[in-house]
Structure formats: structure tokens, C-alpha cells
């Protein structure tokens, strides 16, 4: 597969405005994986599940880890590789289209305290042309269970087509909430949604949940880069993506990772940044998808790949913060859905190159991390992974 590290081209640099220093910085001990060999390990060999697309780890004493089905249901259990049994936490099925492949309840962000408001945040499509986020809470006397009658609805996104529905969410170290949200869907984005900062499409978004404004039921961070700027949603904190899928925030720079799924030549790993403006559908990575090959205010990702084969449906992950793997410390994570190859991006370097860590064979979902910082894969076949060091 030809991989492309960006910042090694002068040339592109050139070409390309970026406005703000973006490069991932790690601590000297950062080390490279490349002379370690990696196997996959059934984090959890008594447990199955279908379609995990999020796994997740509330701000709790408990060692509890939730997992998120496509179906509309989240499980939670022991964080224990014996655990025989996962209670079911939230049941929305109900309220779910799946009619199409990339529909379905799609994330979960637990607020950074939970564990004394019990408030947790899920993005989910409950009809084919509309993507929700809503607030729930735990139940009063059973923290295994939420209260499904305590829904709060707090963002909707009208989707015109039934693919790129984005939905992850997570927390900043700045105490908001983030959501990704596709560019609306069908092929090419018809409706340039992802350049109109009229709507919410093809954006990440940066919500105070703490707050009200306006009517809604959250507030504008005053931060945000478009606040008070005519024509366009205050929310967008970055915008000109075609389907974030899996973001996430290193734990130790506050750095914001994002996967971006590509059309028919390019899957891209960006470093989201204020205001920014991620290229879709102008240029689609660095290949000038549009017509119009002017790069001017635009942000390159930081490493892209072509499309080879099977590989071509990028699943973003984490920067690794734990310690059961150190030969990863430092490393963005990431895979591709359909190949099922992982690899580690060496996130400490202004050459970034990567290393193919295992060819899994697996449909590789989404990553997430445990209150150790340790990493888990989910996968389509109803497994969560781990990646061990041989």
C-alpha cells in the first residue's frame, strides 16, 4: 500500500495555507513500534456483541466500560477479562433507523462529572433524514441503568441522504462537548454541505452543555471561531469533512485527532484545529477532487493514504497514553474498516510515517480507551481487542 506522510513535502507546504501550528508534540519518551511484533487479544472471550462501534469509560471509580451496538443499545460490565455477563445500560432501539448500513445509535461521551450528575451524551438516527444528540441520565438507584425516560434532546441534524452520519462525541479537556457530523451523504456531496457554514454538515461541532442560549438546550462556547459571523452556525468549530468517523483527543498535548472517510482515492488522518478548514469537497486529502485546485486557507491532512485494494475506509483512534503496550506511548492508532490492517502514526515527529502494526482481518469499527488509558478494538465480528505486545 503507498502511504503518504505530508509533512515531508515541501512542496505541498508551499501549496497549502495552514494557519496554525498543528503538529502532534509527544514527551522524549515516545518510542518507535516498528522492532515489535503485535497479535490481537479478545479483551473480553465471554462476551460477544453486535456491531460495537464505541467503547467507552465514564470519569468513575467504578472500572466499568460501556459498549455501544449499532442497534441502538449500549452495554455495560466489569472492565475484567473474566467478565461472563454485560447488563444492558440504555435500550433506544426502538427509537433507531437502521435501515441503511451507516445509521444506528453511533456514540457516546459520558459529561466529565458524571460520576456525580449521572449525565451522558448519545448520537443516534432515529428516521432516515435526521441525526440527534440527546442528554440521559443514570437511574436514581440502579447505576447500571439509565433512565429512559430522561432524554433531553439537545441538537438535531435534518441528513438529506442515509450515509455519512459522522456521530462521534467526546469531551474536550475545555469541558465541551464535541460532535462529528458527515457532510449529509450520497457520493461526492452534492450539496457542497461541507464548505456551506449555513448548516451543521461536514463539520466537528463544539457545544457548552452546561449552558442554554437562544433557546436551545446548550450553549455557544464564546470561543468558537464563527461567533457573530452572519451565515454561519456558531456551533462549527472546524469544518470540510466528508465523514469524520472515530476522533478523539490526546490525553497528554489536548491535540484533537480525527479519521476522515475519503471518496475513491484518499482516506486522511487530520489534527483538528479552530476554525479550520479541512478541504471536502474541494480536495478530497490532497487529491483536488472538486476542479478547483486552489489550496489557499485550507489544512492538509497530516498523513493520507491511497486507495489499494481493500483499503480504503480509514476508522480513526487514539493517540496510546497507557502502559501495558510501551512501544505504542505516543503512537496515533488507527485501522481500516474493510482491510482490517492496523497501523501506529508516529505522532512526535513533523515527518510523521507509520507503521503497519497487524493485518487483523477484521472490520475494525472504532478504538477506545479504558480509565488506564488502555486501548481496546472493536470489531464486526462481536469482539473487543487489545493489541499485544509479542
Known amino acids: 500500500m503507498k502511504k503518504i506522510a505530508l509533512l515531508t513535502s515541501v512542496t505541498f507546504l508551499i501549496l497549502f495555507s495552514c494557519s496554525d501550528d498543528n503538529g502532534a508534540t509527544t514527551n522524549s519518551d515516545d518510542v518507535d513500534p516498528g522492532d515489535t511484533t503485535f497479535t490481537l487479544q479478545n479483551a473480553f472471550p ?25 442497534g441502538g443499545t449500549i452495554r455495560v460490565f466489569d472492565n475484567d477479562e473474566n467478565e461472563d455477563t454485560s447488563q444492558i445500560f440504555l435500550d433506544i432501539s426502538s427509537q433507531i433507523n437502521t435501515t441503511a448500513n451507516e445509521q444506528g445509535l453511533l456514540g457516546l461521551a459520558f459529561h466529565p462529572n458524571f460520576e456525580s450528575n449521572g449525565y451522558f451524551y448519545v448520537n443516534y438516527t432515529p428516521s432516515a433524514g435526521l441525526s440527534v444528540t440527546s442528554r440521559f441520565q443514570v437511574s436514581s438507584t440502579n447505576p447500571n441503568e439509565a433512565n429512559i425516560n430522561s432524554e433531553l434532546v439537545l441538537l438535531e441534524i435534518p441528513q438529506p441522504f442515509t450515509n455519512h452520519n459522522g456521530g462521534q462525541l467526546t469531551f474536550g479537556p475545555d469541558g465541551f462537548l464535541y460532535i462529528a457530523s458527515g457532510d449529509g451523504g450520497s457520493g461526492g456531496d452534492p450539496d457542497n454541505n461541507a464548505q456551506d457554514r449555513s448548516n451543521l454538515l461536514g463539520t466537528i461541532l463544539r457545544i457548552d452543555v452546561d449552558g442554554t442560549s437562544n433557546g436551545l438546550n446548550y450553549g455557544i462556547p464564546s470561543t468558537n471561531p464563527f461567533v457573530g459571523e452572519p451565515n454561519i452556525r456558531e456551533e462549527i468549530f472546524a469544518y470540510g469533512f466528508r465523514n469524520p468517523w472515530r476522533m478523539s ?14 471518496q475513491d482515492e484518499r482516506e486522511e488522518i487530520n489534527l483538528v484545529t479552530s476554525g479550520g478548514n479541512y478541504g471536502w469537497r474541494l480536495f478530497e486529502g490532497t487529491f483536488c477532487f472538486s476542479g478547483d485546485c486552489s489550496s489557499a ?12 485494494g ?7 483512534g487514539h493517540v496510546y497514553r ?3 503496550t510501551p512501544s505504542l506511548v505516543g503512537n496515533y492508532v488507527y485501522a481500516d474498516f474493510i482491510d482490517g490492517r492496523i497501523w501506529a ?20 469499527s472504532s478504538f477506545g480507551v479504558d480509565a488506564q488509558n488502555e486501548l481496546f478494538i472493536c470489531a464486526f465480528d462481536g469482539s473487543i481487542y487489545r493489541l499485544v505486545e509479542n
Do not use: C, K, M
Request: proline content about 6%.
Open 46 to 70: 465471554n462476551l460477544s456483541f453486535s456491531r460495537p462501534v464505541d467503547f467507552q469509560s465514564p470519569n468513575d471509580s467504578s472500572n466499568r466500560v460501556f459498549v455501544v451496538e449499532q
Open 249 to 262: 483527543f490526546d490525553l497528554q498535548t489536548g491535540n484533537l485527532w480525527s479519521g476522515d472517510v475519503g
Open 297 to 308: 486557507g485550507l489544512i492538509p491532512p497530516v498523513f493520507e493514504y491511497e486507495h489499494n
Open 310 to 316: 481493500n483499503e480504503q475506509s480509514i476508522t480513526g
Open 322 to 324: 497507557g502502559s501495558l
Open 345 to 364: 502514526l508516529d505522532a512526535s515527529s513533523s515527518n510523521p510515517d507509520d507503521t503497519l502494526l497487524i493485518n487483523s482481518n477484521l472490520n475494525i
